[in-house]
């Protein structure tokens, strides 16, 4: 079983973003880890601010402890590791996490070394889609305001002219225009015009 985890927005946590529940059920966005960049704070944060590569855990039951497991992963869970989503050497986009609930087989160093390529590979799969998508964002968005631009206007506007039709909507167009504006520009300068 896996589960995914990326950082939230603020960058104080991580999330999960999609994974498998304990009763073989696909699930996302439904839990945050916080993470701090202090040493030995937990796995997550040690991951994601590098100071551990991995995180390995082979609890036996009759030899089980506190030490090197994580808190809430469930009891039934026997063996888990995390590892990071690496994009290059100094930068961290996430975290794989995985265990052994379905399978009870206890996880080994070339498992371990299987799943960091894997993780290697999800990352830069990530990146490269975050990446497209700001790409993507910069031709159809005004780069000051973040309004959507002429490009995506015209691209968008007949679209849901034939969506209004399909589904007998009203539709409404509302065009404004600023009449000497220039004058503010003039007056106070282009910083407070784009204000």
Do not use: W
Not at 17 to 24: C, D, F
Not at 118 to 139: C, D, N, P, Y
Not at 181 to 193: E, R, S, T, W
């Amino acid at each position: 079983r896996a589960g995914l985890f990326l950082p939230c927005l603020n960058g104080q946590a991580v999330e999960l973003a999609m994974g498998i529940n304990n009763k073989g059920k696909y699930e996302m966005n439904n839990r945050a880890f916080p993470i701090l960049d202090r040493p030995g704070k937990d796995a997550f944060s040690d991951l994601m601010f590098r100071h551990k590569k991995y995180f390995l855990s082979n609890n036996i039951p009759k030899r089980r402890t506190k030490t090197g497991r994580l808190k809430n992963v469930e009891p039934r869970v026997m063996s888990h590791a995390i590892v990071p989503l690496e994009i290059g050497r100094d930068k961290v986009i996430g975290l794989l996490a995985v265990d052994n609930l379905f399978t009870q087989r206890r996880m080994n160093k070339t498992d371990l070394a299987s799943l960091m390529n894997f993780a290697t590979q999800a990352g830069l799969a990530i990146e490269s889609f975050r990446v497209h998508e700001e790409i993507r964002e910069l031709t159809i968005k005004d780069g000051l305001t973040g309004v959507f631009n002429r490009r995506y206007f015209d691209d968008f506007l007949p679209r849901e002219i034939l969506r209004c039709r399909r589904y007998r909507r009203d539709l409404s167009l509302l065009l404004m225009d600023l009449d000497h504006f220039k004058a503010v520009n003039d007056n106070y300068g282009h910083l407070a015009g784009d204000a």
